[in-house]
């Protein structure tokens, strides 16, 4: 593993930890998108079918359960607990994830590195990952203001996916047989998606004012 890699996993370890927070400590999912949760729970259970088959270190079997446990917890308390649910705005969060599900299902069985069930639903799961924020950035752009945690939760998700980029590009150089063409590209596309909302989040940042997107 390279500094790049354990960057990323911190940083996106960091950002469940910040969106865990804000649950549990306001009682509130204000100006969170259940769907985009939803999507990536859908994430790491199909990416991680692998958990109890192939074994590669402690580190990598922890985080993958703590990313599965943390993304399911989340989607419980959106939908079923009693307090938090009432919070969720389901005016704002109308996005059809639904149509990405599929775009991505189809995209996963005609691009995939090996047509095996495990390989083409770590296709999908990369697919989908690159898209699962959608939701959440549209519900931000309809509600305008954004709430520091919810800010901070998007910031470290965006950055994850940015240092994964640097590893990488630094495994292309270090490996022989560097073949993950298909997270490389997935990702560029996610970090991509994130670029007006770091616009935003950086004048805020620099005029230290609470982060406003415009609709």
Same mark, same amino acid.
């Given at each position: 593993?390279?500094?790049?890699?354990?960057?990323?996993?911190?940083?996106?370890?960091?950002s469940v930890l910040v969106?865990?927070?804000?649950?549990?400590?306001?009682?509130?999912?204000?100006?969170?998108?259940?769907?985009?949760?939803?999507?990536?729970?859908?994430?790491?259970?199909?990416?991680?079918?692998?958990?109890?088959?192939?074994?590669?270190?402690?580190?990598n079997t922890v985080m993958?359960?703590?990313?599965?446990?943390?993304?399911?917890?989340?989607?419980?308390?959106?939908?079923?607990?009693?307090?938090?649910?009432?919070? @969720?705005?389901?005016?704002?969060?109308?996005? +059809?994830h639904y149509f990405l #599900?599929? &775009?991505?299902?189809?995209? =996963? /069985?005609?691009?995939?590195?090996?047509?095996?069930?495990?390989?083409?639903?770590?296709?999908?799961?990369?697919?989908?990952?690159?898209?699962?924020?959608?939701?959440?950035?549209?519900?931000?752009?309809?509600?305008?203001?954004?709430?520091?945690?919810?800010?901070?939760?998007?910031?470290?998700?965006?950055?994850?996916?940015?240092?994964?980029?640097?590893?990488?590009?630094?495994? @292309?150089?270090?490996?022989?047989?560097?073949? +993950?063409?298909?997270?490389? #590209?997935? &990702?560029?596309?996610?970090? =991509? /998606?994130?670029?007006?909302?770091?616009?935003?989040?950086?004048?805020?940042?620099?005029?230290?004012?609470?982060?406003?997107?415009?609709?």
């Amino acid at each position: 593993m390279n500094i790049f890699r354990l960057a990323g996993d911190m940083t996106h370890l960091i950002s469940v930890l910040v969106l865990l927070l804000k649950i549990y400590a306001t009682k509130s999912c204000s100006g969170i998108s259940l769907k985009t949760q939803e999507l990536y729970a859908l994430v790491f259970l199909m990416r991680y079918l692998d958990l109890f088959t192939d074994f590669i270190s402690v580190y990598n079997t922890v985080m993958k359960i703590v990313f599965i446990v943390s993304s399911l917890a989340i989607v419980w308390c959106m939908r079923v607990h009693p307090l938090i649910r009432r919070t @969720y705005d389901k005016t704002l969060d109308t996005f +059809r994830h639904y149509f990405l #599900v599929i &775009g991505c299902f189809v995209l =996963a /069985l005609l691009v995939h590195e090996k047509f095996t069930f495990q390989e083409v639903f770590w296709a999908f799961s990369i697919y989908l990952e690159a898209v699962a924020i959608l939701p959440q950035l549209v519900l931000l752009q309809r509600s305008g203001n954004v709430d520091n945690l919810t800010a901070q939760y998007v910031f470290f998700l965006g950055a994850y996916r940015a240092f994964y980029i640097l590893n990488w590009i630094y495994r @292309y150089f270090t490996e022989p047989r560097f073949t +993950r063409w298909i997270a490389c #590209v997935s &990702g560029l596309v996610q970090t =991509a /998606l994130y670029a007006d909302f770091f616009y935003y989040y950086f004048i805020s940042w620099k005029n230290n004012s609470k982060l406003k997107l415009p609709a």
